[in-house]
C-alpha cells in the first residue's frame, strides 16, 4: 500500500451518531484498498455555520491509500449515501446523519469542483483541528507549513467542543 498522510474527518448530528461513525469506519476499514492507521478520540460541537439544537459528534481518521483524491471522495460518497446521507441542492449548511470530509491527502494541494485539498475551513474549526492535533499534532499544513498542534492554538473559533464524558455529563 502506498505511504501516505490523508487525514477524513467525520461527523454526525443525526440519529445514533456514535454509531453511525462507528459504522462509516468500519466501512472504511473493510475497503481493500484503505488502510486506517489511527482514529481520534470523539468531540461533541455545536453546530457549525447553522442553527440545530443537535449536537454535532466528531472525529479524525488517518488512513493510507492507493486511491486517488477524487476516488477517495466517491468512495466516502457511497459511505454517506449507505449510512442515510441525503443531500439538498443548495450551499446551506444542514443537519445529517454522516458527512465524511477529506481534510489532507499527503502535501498536495488539490482543487476541483467538488473537491479542495487541503479542506478550505480547517483553520476556523475546532471541531476538526482538536482531533487534528491529537493524533497528527507535528503534521504541517501545506500552504501555511504550521502544524496541527499550532492551528488548533490559534484558532479563533469560539464555539463549545467537548469530550464525550464532558458532554454526557452536561446532558445528563
Known amino acids: 500500500?502506498?505511504?501516505?498522510?490523508?487525514?477524513?474527518?467525520?461527523?454526525?448530528?443525526?440519529?445514533?451518531?456514535?454509531?453511525?461513525?462507528?459504522?462509516?469506519i468500519d466501512k472504511i476499514h473493510n475497503h481493500q484498498d484503505i488502510e486506517i492507521e489511527q482514529v481520534s478520540n470523539y468531540y461533541y460541537s455545536e453546530p457549525w455555520g447553522f442553527d440545530s439544537t443537535e449536537y454535532f459528534l466528531n472525529c479524525v481518521v488517518e488512513l493510507r491509500t492507493i486511491l486517488s483524491p477524487l476516488e477517495l471522495l466517491t468512495t466516502f460518497k457511497a459511505i454517506e449515501y449507505e449510512l442515510g446521507r441525503t443531500r439538498k441542492f443548495?450551499?446551506?449548511?444542514?443537519?445529517?446523519?454522516?458527512?465524511?470530509?477529506?481534510?489532507?491527502?499527503?502535501?498536495?494541494?488539490?482543487?476541483l469542483n467538488d473537491l479542495t485539498i487541503p479542506h478550505p475551513r480547517i483553520k476556523e474549526r475546532l471541531f476538526v483541528l482538536k482531533p487534528l492535533s491529537e493524533i497528527a499534532p507535528h503534521f504541517k499544513d501545506p500552504i501555511s507549513l504550521i502544524s496541527m498542534e499550532e492551528l488548533f492554538k490559534k484558532c479563533k473559533d469560539v464555539s463549545n467542543i467537548f469530550t464525550e464524558e464532558t458532554y454526557l455529563n452536561r446532558v445528563n
Open 90 to 111: 443548495t450551499n446551506e449548511y444542514q443537519n445529517r446523519t454522516i458527512d465524511i470530509d477529506i481534510l489532507y491527502f499527503n502535501n498536495q494541494i488539490f482543487e
Open 1 to 24: 500500500m502506498k505511504e501516505t498522510n490523508v487525514f477524513i474527518g467525520l461527523g454526525s448530528n443525526l440519529g445514533d451518531k456514535k454509531a453511525t461513525l462507528i459504522s462509516a
